[in-house]
C-alpha cells in the first residue's frame, strides 16, 4: 500500500492567492482528517471526515477554509485568499472504521509557504 | 473536553541508556491513548496504542508504554536508546466520538 498520498509537497503562493492542497487517503479507510502544524501551535486539528460526511470543522480557522471529499478516495482543502499567516504544514490522515480507538495514518505533509 | 500534556519539551540521553518520554492526560471518561513519531520532513507515524486491558502496551522499535489510570499518565519507555530514535514524539489522547487531541511534542535525542 502506498499509504496516505499528499499533494503537492510544496507549494509557494503570494497572499490573496486560491490554494488547493489534496490528500488520497488509504484504500478502505472510513475517516479523513487534516491537521496543520506550526511551531507556535503545534498540531491542530482542522476537519474530519467519516464515510466522506464532515463530522467536525470547529478547528477550521476561518471562513476562507473549506474541505471537501467527494468520494471515498479524494479530498481537498482549499484555502481562498490564503494569508501570510497560513504558512504551514498541512497534513492528511486516515484510519479504518469510524472507532475511536483506530490509530491514525499520516501522509507527508503538504509545506505552505504564503508570501 | 480531552486534553493532553507532555511536560518536556527536550529529552537527552545518551545511546544505550534507557529512555522515558513522559504525558498525562485529562479525560472525563475512558481514554484512548496514543504514541506518534515525527522524523523530519516526515508525516507522523503511528507507535503504539492503550485501548484496554494490560497496562503495558508494546509498540514498534522496541518502544513501550505504561498506563497509570491513578497517575493519569502514559509514559513512553524504551530500555536502551538508539542514536535513530532521535525525533519528535507525540502523545495524543481520544475520548469516545471526539477528535483526538495531540500534546505539544517532545524532542528526543540520543547522543552517541
Known amino acids: 500500500d502506498a499509504g496516505v498520498i499528499q499533494s503537492p509537497r510544496h507549494e509557494v503562493t503570494e497572499m490573496g492567492q486560491e490554494v488547493t492542497l489534496r490528500c488520497k487517503p488509504i484504500s478502505g479507510h472510513n475517516s479523513l482528517f487534516w491537521y496543520r502544524q506550526t511551531m507556535m501551535r503545534g498540531l491542530e486539528l482542522l476537519i474530519y471526515f467519516n464515510n466522506n460526511v464532515p463530522i467536525d470543522d470547529s478547528g477550521m480557522p476561518e471562513d476562507r477554509f473549506s474541505a471537501k471529499m467527494p468520494n471515498a478516495s479524494f479530498s481537498t482543502l482549499k484555502i481562498q485568499p490564503s494569508e501570510p499567516r497560513d504558512s504551514a504544514v498541512y497534513f492528511c490522515a486516515s484510519s479504518s472504521g469510524t472507532s475511536s480507538y483506530n490509530e491514525q495514518f499520516f501522509g507527508p505533509g503538504t509545506r505552505l509557504t504564503v508570501l | 473536553a480531552q486534553s493532553v500534556a507532555q511536560p518536556e519539551d527536550q529529552v537527552n540521553v545518551a545511546e544505550g541508556n534507557p529512555l522515558t518520554v513522559k504525558c498525562t492526560y485529562s479525560?472525563?471518561?475512558?481514554?484512548?491513548l496514543f504514541w506518534y513519531v515525527q522524523y523530519p520532513n516526515r508525516g507522523l507515524q503511528f507507535l503504539l496504542k492503550y485501548i484496554t486491558g494490560d497496562n503495558l502496551v508494546k509498540g514498534s522499535y522496541g518502544f513501550e508504554a505504561e498506563f497509570n489510570k491513578s497517575q493519569t499518565s502514559f509514559h513512553l519507555k524504551k530500555p536502551s536508546a538508539l542514536v535513530s530514535d532521535s525525533a519528535l514524539y507525540f502523545c495524543?489522547?481520544?475520548?469516545?466520538?471526539?477528535?483526538?487531541?495531540f500534546g505539544a511534542g517532545t524532542r528526543l535525542t540520543v547522543k552517541p
Open positions: 495524543a489522547v481520544r475520548e469516545s466520538n471526539n477528535d483526538m487531541r
Open positions: 479525560v472525563s471518561g475512558n481514554p484512548y
